[in-house]
């Protein structure tokens, strides 16, 4: 028989807020007069992402535990974790809401069941559609990225896996502009995210086989016990990784990653940027640390050799890059391995340089791509980087604030990706790995190349050329500002936050 | 008949599924491929619960049947929407977003 399961409902207190916070979006989608819902959404979604903080640091902190039959772990690297989505998604949201004087954000098609350039679209701009239903759509890919690192059962980690992603193939194919191009990126993204995630379970799949159960602790005691079928336990370990590895877009997984990145509304591509690199390298810290740590002589070099060839692939492909949101896209694969390079490390160590890592590089990739989202050509995105050229006489703020967010991108002293990549390397050597931090400060090196010749651009291009800036509206400034103040407060003073993320790197087991 | 004989069928439906996704060119049959690996997994889970003697594997399989499903309802209303738009189905047809 079953035993009823003893669920501990205020150590999943954020997780229920954050779902009931976007059924309640669906509710209003269908009940709300359209002229009323852009401003009900926005504050349902920001009133339920606070309150979630809010639990995650008064609530969840003190309820500690495995609970829900083993399956949800809520610890120190959970709580981090979520606390650092959530905070993610709160200001990559108010990017998202940018409205640039409309009624409605500014970014999402009002019509995204029709045709691009149909009579069908046409009338639904006439006549006023909303595109409101981007806020439930975000709560609950939050609600999934939140349950991804807590998850310490594989069946569940794979549930949230499709949680995060669904709202997020969905969000990609919804821009207003250029929707060719962003169906196109919705379409790419689906059918690779959904090819990915069937490697993830058949690796989970093995992982029973071997084990008899999906529990991570069950799993980590087989390891070294149980030999009837071991055969199973590499290749299953594998296959999770490459579910895993694809969603933090490393090579050689990370085809999708300039396709999607630059066909989806741009707020969008910040978010899910940042929120789920986040949740899925918190995702592979239970997994590889909690789950299979005891094989790690078998997984760690293929790791190791991953890493090596994102950061050098991310590092050259954004060379040639000529598009602003496709140097960013590589930029992110780059640092996918800069990441990887701090998780193989292992130890305690590794689990709070990564987790330091994600905090630093998060913060400065939604403010990033909140800032591409301004700057417009005949109406539309200008994205090239030719038409970039000489913004910095015309909009000092918002070439200043860039300018800034590439420096922290390359890892310049006094930013927090300078500290971040510090802490990763240091945490590498400490390990074993000199090599890997070798390779890791090559590749830093040349992409600073790429983001000082988009600066040398910025200030001292030629100016010919119809781009402007739009004035942004209070949501997207505080985005930013906070994300750029974030950044070089990392930069400045990291000991805190390195000493958080230090306390909070212990696994519940 | 040896339960083993299960699990390698599983493999092989589920590596039929990649070529699928891999070589096909229009976007319902390399979605069909997906499922294909879906149901591979749901097949080996059935197998290993047998070999366990534990009911846990048949409950992932409803679970698992469920996502795959979600994941149709989202799947088809792209390649739909992507149809609508072009008249075609083909993924060599979406080549907007190039190097």
């Known amino acids: 028989?079953?035993?009823?399961?003893?669920?501990?409902?205020?150590?999943?207190?954020?997780?229920?807020?954050?779902?009931?916070?976007?059924?309640?979006?669906?509710?209003?989608?269908?009940?709300?007069?359209?002229?009323?819902?852009?401003?009900?959404?926005?504050?349902?979604?920001?009133?339920t992402l606070v309150a979630a903080l809010v639990a995650v640091v008064w609530v969840a902190r003190d309820n500690q535990g495995i609970t829900a039959a083993g399956a949800v772990t809520i610890d120190g690297p959970t709580l981090l974790i979520q606390g650092l989505v959530l905070m993610l998604s709160i200001i990559g949201l108010l990017a998202m809401s940018e409205r640039l004087g409309g009624t409605n954000?500014?970014?999402?098609?009002?019509?995204?069941?029709?045709v691009p350039g149909s009579v069908e679209e046409a009338d639904a701009v006439r006549l006023g559609g909303t595109t409101t239903e981007v806020y439930p759509l975000t709560l609950l890919s939050v609600g999934g990225m939140m349950l991804f690192?807590?998850?310490?059962?594989?069946?569940?980690?794979?549930?949230?896996?499709?949680?995060?992603?669904?709202p997020l193939y969905v969000l990609s194919g919804l821009a207003r502009r250029r929707r060719l191009l962003s169906q196109e990126a919705s379409l790419k993204y689906f059918l690779l995210g959904a090819f990915s995630s069937a490697f993830f379970l058949f690796g989970a799949v093995l992982l029973y086989g071997y084990a008899g159960s999906m529990r991570l602790d069950v799993i980590a005691e087989a390891i070294g016990t149980q030999?009837?079928?071991?055969?199973?336990?590499?290749?299953?370990?594998?296959?999770?990784?490459?579910?895993?590895?694809?969603?933090?877009?490393?090579?050689?997984?990370?085809?999708?990653?300039?396709?999607v990145y630059q066909g989806a509304p741009t707020t969008v591509t910040g978010f899910m940027a940042a929120c789920t690199k986040v949740a899925a390298f918190g995702a592979m810290l239970r997994l590889l640390y909690v789950g299979v740590e005891a094989a790690r002589l078998d997984w760690q070099p293929v790791l190791a050799a991953v890493a090596a060839v994102t950061?050098?692939?991310?590092?050259?492909?954004?060379?040639?890059?000529?598009?602003?949101?496709?140097?960013?896209?590589?930029?992110?694969?780059?640092?996918?391995?800069?990441?990887?390079?701090?998780?193989?490390?292992?130890?305690?160590?590794?689990?709070?340089?990564?987790?330091?890592?994600?905090?630093?590089?998060?913060?400065?990739?939604?403010?990033?791509?909140?800032?591409?989202?301004?700057?417009?050509s005949a109406g539309s995105e200008a994205t090239h980087i030719s038409q970039w050229a000489?913004?910095?006489?015309?909009?000092?703020?918002?070439?200043?604030?860039?300018?800034?967010?590439?420096?922290?991108?390359?890892?310049?002293?006094?930013?927090?990706?300078?500290?971040?990549?510090?802490?990763?390397?240091?945490?590498?050597?400490?390990?074993?790995?000199?090599?890997?931090?070798?390779?890791?400060?090559?590749?830093?090196?040349?992409?600073?190349?790429?983001?000082?010749k988009l600066i040398v651009t910025l200030y001292f291009g030629d100016r010919k050329n119809d781009t402007v800036v739009v004035t942004p509206s209070a949501l997207t400034t505080f985005a930013v500002v906070s994300g750029v103040l974030i950044t070089l407060g990392l930069g400045i003073a990291p000991a805190p936050l390195l000493d958080l993320a230090a306390n909070a790197a212990h696994f519940l087991r | 008949m040896n339960l083993t004989a299960y699990i390698y069928l599983a493999t092989l439906l589920f590596a039929i599924g990649a070529l699928?996704?891999?070589?096909?060119?229009?976007?319902?049959?390399?979605?069909?491929?997906?499922?294909?690996m879906l149901n591979a997994c749901n097949l080996a889970?059935?197998?290993?619960?047998?070999?366990?003697?534990?009911?846990?594997?048949?409950?992932?399989?409803?679970?698992v049947m469920v996502v795959a499903a979600a994941e149709v309802v989202v799947g088809l209303a792209i390649i739909m929407s992507i149809y609508r738009a072009r008249r075609s189905a083909s993924v060599d047809d979406a080549n907007l977003l190039k190097l």
């Open chain 1, 390 to 452: 000489g913004l910095g006489q015309r909009a000092p703020w918002m070439a200043a604030a860039f300018s800034f967010l590439l420096l922290a991108f390359a890892g310049i002293p006094l930013t927090s990706g300078f500290t971040g990549k510090f802490a990763v390397f240091a945490a590498a050597i400490a390990n074993d790995y000199a090599w890997l931090a070798v390779i890791g400060v090559l590749a830093s090196a040349v992409t600073a190349y790429i983001y000082f």
């Open chain 2, 45 to 63: 889970l059935i197998t290993f619960a047998r070999m366990h003697g534990s009911l846990d594997g048949q409950v992932y399989v409803l679970f």
């Open chain 1, 227 to 259: 030999t009837v079928m071991d055969g199973l336990l590499v290749p299953g370990i594998l296959l999770l990784a490459v579910g895993l590895l694809f969603k933090v877009g490393a090579v050689p997984f990370h085809s999708w990653v300039p396709d």
């Open chain 2, 20 to 36: 699928v996704v891999l070589l096909r060119r229009n976007t319902i049959i390399v979605f069909m491929g997906v499922e294909l």
């Open chain 1, 105 to 114: 954000p500014d970014a999402f098609t009002q019509a995204g069941v029709s």
């Open chain 1, 311 to 376: 950061m050098v692939v991310g590092a050259v492909l954004t060379i040639v890059q000529t598009d602003v949101k496709r140097i960013l896209a590589y930029s992110s694969i780059a640092h996918a391995g800069f990441v990887l390079t701090g998780l193989i490390a292992m130890q305690q160590v590794g689990a709070s340089s990564t987790m330091f890592y994600l905090m630093a590089y998060g913060f400065m990739t939604i403010p990033a791509f909140a800032l591409v989202a301004l700057v417009r």
């Open chain 1, 149 to 166: 690192p807590a998850s310490n059962d594989l069946l569940l980690m794979f549930i949230a896996l499709e949680v995060l992603s669904l």
């Open chain 1, 1 to 47: 028989m079953f035993d009823v399961p003893e669920i501990d409902y205020l150590a999943i207190l954020p997780l229920i807020i954050v779902f009931a916070g976007g059924l309640i979006g669906c509710l209003l989608e269908g009940f709300l007069h359209r002229s009323r819902r852009p401003n009900a959404q926005l504050w349902l979604s920001i009133v």
